[in-house]
Nanobody, 123 residues
Framework: QVDLVESGGGLVQAGGSLRLSCAASGRTFGDYAVGWFRQAPGMEREFVATKSWSALTTYYTDSVRGRFTISRHSDKRTVYLQMNSLKPEDTAVYYC????????????????WGQGTQVTVSS
């Protein structure tokens, strides 16, 4: 069992930055891939970024590549999503998820999910 807690969401103007955090409660992410997904109102939850447990594999969805960076703290208890040059279309609830198997762009591959944090980008 992995309990995940996201934080760092908020309201920001277009062009601004936010850093989301995903903390693992009671354990480390040492052998888990961690992904970020987002869900806008009325839309499907979509993949944003993921990093493998070894940190050797990283994937981004095309719309955020070059603007967002996924990273993990050296203590392997926290994963971050640094979001720069934010756009109104980035507005969504952002979820982190953990996967014991491998880094994946597919949400059904992730067994553990946080509750989400709201990101709102105003134009």
């Amino acid at each position: 069992q992995v309990d995940l807690v996201e934080s760092g969401g908020g309201l920001v103007q277009a062009g601004g930055s936010l850093r989301l955090s995903c903390a693992a409660s009671g354990r480390t992410f040492g052998d888990y891939a961690v992904g970020w997904f987002r869900q806008a109102p009325g839309m499907e939850r979509e993949f944003v970024a993921t990093k493998s447990w070894s940190a050797l594999t990283t994937y981004y969805t095309d719309s955020v590549r070059g603007r967002f960076t996924i990273s993990r703290h050296s203590d392997k208890r926290t994963v971050y999503l640094q979001m720069n040059s934010l756009k109104p279309e980035d507005t969504a609830v952002y979820y982190c998820a953990a996967n014991r198997d491998r880094a994946s762009r597919v949400k059904k591959d992730y067994a553990y999910w946080g509750q989400g944090t709201q990101v709102t980008v105003s134009s």
